[in-house]
């Protein structure tokens, strides 16, 4: 199973809104809106930013959003600030029963 | 509070087996399916397997089938992966997770080196 395309980096000021895109394919993210991303900064453990596409889990800022259009997910931070600035991976359940997660995305706040 | 404590982790020789352990407290951990994801040094995610609240259902990905075993002991709350025929690129931190559809906890993770 091949890892999810996503962009290598993406920056914005602080405020703007940046989008990070994640494609799959039919077997994956196209297939199953089972898809999530994750936050992780430099030696820390990764966090559940969104579940299931658009999902945010409690505690998580509702500035963080996700979309799906056909085979490519999107994660949306709004009103983007210092703290952001991490890795963000997305992730997909498969039809092999599988997990794929993306190449990364690293997020610099500039 | 969800807690997930890796352990097991270690330098071995290429072709050798460990065995990692994840302790769960916290939560209901039969209710949930548990996984190994791992992350290689200056790497991406990486998902490794999954076992089923019961335990009678197991996921691998297509890099680990054949070489590593996932399973649990729900009386102890505690979560395995035998790893055997090891290669370099096996190494990395292995981390617990709890869930099937999205990884909503995380331990801290153990580290695995494969090397000679």
């Known amino acids: 199973q091949s890892a999810l395309t996503q962009p290598g980096s993406v920056s914005g000021s602080p405020g703007q809104s940046i989008t990070i895109s994640c494609t799959g394919a039919?077997?994956?993210?196209?297939?199953?809106?089972?898809v999530s991303w994750y936050q992780q900064h430099p030696g820390k453990v990764p966090k559940l930013m969104i579940f299931?596409?658009?999902s945010r889990p409690s505690g998580v800022s509702n500035r963080f959003s996700g979309s799906k259009s056909g085979n490519t997910a999107s994660l949306t931070i709004s009103g983007l600030q210092g703290e952001d600035e991490a890795d963000y991976y997305c992730?997909?359940?498969?039809?092999?029963?599988?997990?794929?997660f993306g190449s990364g995305t690293k997020v610099t706040v500039l | 509070e969800v807690q997930l404590l890796e352990s097991g982790g270690g330098l071995v020789q290429p072709g050798g087996s460990l065995r990692l352990s994840c302790a769960a407290s916290?939560?209901?951990?039969?209710?949930?399916?548990m996984t190994w994801v791992r992350q290689g040094p200056g790497r991406g995610l990486d998902w490794v397997s999954a076992?089923?609240?019961?335990?009678?259902?197991?996921f691998y990905a297509d890099s680990v089938k054949g070489r590593f075993t996932i399973s649990r002991d729900n009386s102890k709350n505690t979560l395995y992966l035998q790893m055997n025929s090891l290669r370099a690129e096996d190494t990395a931190i292995y981390y617990c997770?709890?869930?099937?559809?999205?990884?909503?906890?995380w331990g801290q993770g153990t580290l695995v080196t494969v090397s000679s």
């Open positions: 997770a709890v869930g099937w559809y999205y990884f909503e906890y």
């Open positions: 916290g939560f209901t951990f039969r209710s949930y399916t």
């Open positions: 039919r077997s994956d993210v196209g297939g199953y809106n089972y």
């Open positions: 299931d596409v658009s």
């Open positions: 076992v089923s609240n019961s335990g009678g259902s197991t």
């Open positions: 992730s997909s359940y498969t039809s092999s029963s599988t997990y794929v």
